[in-house]
């Protein structure tokens, strides 16, 4: 449905009753987010808690839910400390374009439709009432994306405490949008409060799930314990990319460099969480951006994309998007260690970009609180002469998962981009992993020092942005798949996992 058609629909709803859900959900949200047991119970990894729906069952009766098998109920809550005091915050989560920004690893698109409500006073967020759009997929093609129209409601409750709360609206009476597929967000949302510079934020996110195809087998445990959308990954993914940003502005960053200065790092950072976002913008599929082929096998499933309309900074031609994802029966932690690890991942998903080029570390620069935050740049040698090649790497983790993520550049969009030059015109062709727990935490096991939470084995998605010199489908689809089946075989045999 474009944005013209869903401004048509939306013309003449009923504002004053949309304004009394959107009320009606901030209450309930309220409500839920301040009790505990028996309302919320621990999650089996010990990262953040699960709603008892038995319980808010009791507390709010819904007619015929639990008769439809198809339907299931994901009640999750998490709290933690952010760098960014609470008004800017609540800023940023009202905007689009930013809160898409902060959650790369989630939000997939997001628009508002239409303002309900512009608040209060000029300039406050505070009464502000949203007619949204929102795409929420994890980073894998595997895994259905989930798509909602619904209120997102804003308020001051007092002095440095803001309540988000957002709730499907039923559009029955109107007769116009409702969900693609048919999946309601429950009052969900999240308080953030001030804490000595910080910002405490609880998260709830509570959806009912119309499962219409069934979730790819190796990921059924991690969707369906709630990990793939819950609240502790929305907390994680903020707490991360906040960091990230703070770093950009600390004059103490730790930084050892070889050919660069060390007051390029920042800027650098900013090219860094570009990528990124450009990386996980490749292995999603949208309204403009759909896989052409797909095909799965006991062993691996691939889907294949052509991108023929390069945005800025994209590849002025067309790209193909190869992805695949695959179990390690080895924990997160341990397949994010080895990644992360020198050239290890551009290594290990070598292709035509890389050839037989050895890569040498020329720049290290730390832009987070856990260990594998960091930035690294390579310089490429062939036949034992440095070349005009370089590689810019971020390897990025959170409680939730990790990334590792590289592209080729050469050393003219390097200076670009530690002078803080335009960067528009740098092409960006971003590969690499996303690695998280398959949601079968292991006995005793803990997150360790804020790292990924450990797990009994681990999701591994692949992801090659290639460029065409040729549009025969047959011809790339052909390329693409040598690519990702010799890539797959590399990795199993790199951890000692020759079985699915």
Same mark, same amino acid.
């Given at each position: 449905m474009t944005s013209q058609s869903v401004e048509s629909n939306v013309f003449g709803i009923n504002k004053r009753r949309m304004m009394d859900t959107a009320a009606n959900a901030m209450n309930e949200l309220r409500k839920i987010a301040r009790i505990n047991n028996p309302l919320w119970f621990r999650s089996a990894s010990g990262d953040g808690d699960i709603l008892n729906s038995e319980f808010y069952g009791l507390m709010y009766p819904m007619m015929n839910l639990f008769n439809n098998p198809d339907v299931r109920i994901e009640g999750t809550r998490d709290s933690d400390f952010v760098i960014m005091n609470s008004r800017k915050l609540v800023e940023i989560l009202l905007d689009p374009i930013k809160r898409r920004d902060i959650f790369p690893t989630i939000i997939s698109e997001n628009e508002i439709i239409e303002v309900i409500s512009s608040g209060s006073m000029p300039g406050s967020p505070n009464g502000v009432i949203q007619l949204m759009y929102e795409v929420l997929q994890p980073v894998s093609p595997l895994v259905s994306s989930r798509e909602f129209y619904f209120l997102r409601y804003c308020v001051q409750i007092e002095e440095g405490l803001w309540a988000i709360a957002d709730v499907s609206y039923d559009f029955s009476h109107e007769n116009r949008l409702s969900s693609p597929s048919n999946s309601r967000k429950l009052p969900s949302g999240c308080f953030v409060k001030d804490v000595h510079g910080y910002s405490e934020v609880t998260w709830v996110e509570h959806m009912e799930i119309v499962e219409r195809t069934r979730t790819y087998l190796p990921f059924q445990d991690v969707v369906y314990s709630g990990m793939a959308f819950g609240a502790a990954r929305w907390v994680a993914s903020l707490k991360s990319i906040l960091e990230r940003?703070? *770093?950009?502005?600390?004059?103490?960053?730790?930084? =050892?460099?070889?050919?660069?200065?060390?007051?390029?790092?920042?800027?650098?950072?900013?090219?860094?969480? =570009?990528?990124?976002?450009? @990386?996980?913008?490749?292995?999603?599929?949208?309204?403009?951006?759909?896989?052409?082929? +797909?095909?799965?096998?006991?062993?691996?499933a691939i889907r294949l994309r052509i991108n023929s309309s390069p945005q800025t900074g994209q590849h002025n031609g067309y790209v193909l998007s190869a992805v695949t994802s695959i179990r390690l029966p080895l924990s997160s932690e341990s397949v994010f260690n080895i990644f992360k690890d020198g050239a290890n991942c551009p290594r290990l998903l070598r292709n035509a970009i890389f050839s037989n080029d050895i890569l040498h570390k020329i720049a290290h620069i730390i832009n987070g609180e856990h260990?594998?935050?960091?930035?690294?740049?390579? %310089?490429? @040698?062939?036949?034992? %002469?440095?070349? +005009?090649?370089?590689?810019? %790497? !971020?390897?990025?983790? =959170?409680?939730?998962?990790?990334l590792v993520v590289y592209t080729p550049i050469d050393r003219q969009s390097m200076f670009q981009i530690e002078n803080a030059e335009n960067t528009s015109s740098i092409e960006l062709l971003p590969c690499g992993v996303s690695i998280i727990p398959?949601?079968?935490?292991?006995?005793?096991?803990?997150?360790?020092?804020?790292?990924?939470?450990?797990?009994?084995? +681990?999701?591994?998605?692949?992801? *090659? %942005?290639?460029?065409?010199?040729?549009? !025969? !489908? =047959?011809?790339?689809?052909a390329v693409a798949s040598n690519i990702i089946e010799s890539c797959v075989h590399r990795i199993r045999i790199a951890f000692n996992c020759t079985g699915p």
């Open positions: 940003l703070y *770093y950009i502005l600390m004059a103490d960053t730790s930084v =050892d460099y070889e050919v660069t200065v060390p007051s390029s790092r920042g800027n650098i950072i900013r090219f860094s969480i =570009d990528m990124l976002a450009c @990386f996980c913008k490749s292995i999603r599929s949208s309204r403009a951006r759909q896989w052409i082929r +797909s095909y799965d096998t006991n062993d691996v260990l594998g935050d960091f930035i690294s740049v390579f %310089q490429h @040698f062939s036949n034992g %002469q440095a070349n +005009s090649n370089l590689t810019l %790497q !971020e390897s990025w983790q =959170d409680r939730s998962g990790a398959d949601g079968k935490p292991i006995r005793g096991a803990s997150t360790g020092g804020g790292g990924v939470i450990d797990s009994a084995g +681990s999701l591994l998605t692949v992801a *090659y %942005q290639i460029p065409l010199s040729s549009m !025969e !489908e =047959d011809v790339c689809v």
